[in-house]
């Protein structure tokens, strides 16, 4: 019962926070270790709990994500080109009429808006992940001196967050009507939120007296 009481809980690994300790090197400010997604593992899961392991998989994916929301868009993007240029949609095909033209334009332009907005969304996420880093380099930092540059930069990537999730909710909310534009909605604002606590966080570490 004793070794039970007195038995401390010790982290040594890749910057998250177990039992109050933080151990990581500076790399991990753009880096984060690879699997899991550590923004669902430290100091946002302090502040914010996760119902559920679905953000947890959301965060794990959010780099292939952005790559197939960019390219989808870069498509759709394409599309829009072609039906605005009047190009015929096949090799030595006929030239399309302005009716197919501007339905085929309006579609492809609601797919490129769409997939901006989740391309904002994951974007948002990327700054607070990195933003999260910087707090935790500012926050293991020994010294005010020594902690003002990384709080000073989870600040701008908090910046960073802000603006691609308020691009993000303003492209979802052409989608309000489906589940689709709730759910880019959702991400983005949590990824603001999460980086505003983030950068919060190493501010406070920034402003402690010194050890």
């Known amino acids: ?20 300790d933080v151990h990581g090197g500076f790399w991990q400010i753009f880096v984060p270790p690879y699997g899991k997604n550590v923004s ?3 100091i946002r899961s302090e502040r914010q709990p996760e119902p559920d392991d679905e953000e947890k998989d959301d965060y ?11 390219w989808l868009g870069i498509t759709a ?9 009047g190009r015929p949609w096949v090799d030595q095909g006929p030239t399309p009429g302005v009716a197919a033209r501007v339905v085929v334009g309006f579609v492809f332009s609601y797919l ?37 540059p990384p709080a000073s930069m989870s600040q701008a990537m908090a910046s960073l967050a802000a603006g691609a999730a308020l691009a993000a909710e303003l ?6 009507w ?22 919060r966080s190493a501010l406070t570490a920034a402003r402690r007296p010194q050890a």
């Open 112 to 148: 490129c808006l769409a997939a901006a907005a989740a391309l904002f969304a994951r974007i948002s996420q990327v700054f607070e992940v990195w933003s999260e880093q910087c707090a935790i380099t500012a926050m293991q930092s020994r010294g005010r001196f020594v902690a003002r």
């Open 178 to 199: 489906s589940s689709y534009g709730g759910s880019v909605s959702r991400r983005a604002h949590q990824a603001r939120q999460n980086a505003a606590a983030n950068a």
């Open 1 to 20: 019962m004793a070794d039970a009481e007195h038995h401390e809980q010790h982290n040594h690994g890749s910057g998250t926070f177990v039992g109050g």
């Open 77 to 85: 993007g394409g599309g829009v080109v072609y039906a605005v240029l």
């Open 60 to 70: 794990e994916d959010r780099i292939a994500a952005l790559l197939v929301s960019a």
């Open 40 to 42: 669902s593992q430290s």
């Open 171 to 176: 492209l979802a909310s052409l989608y309000g």
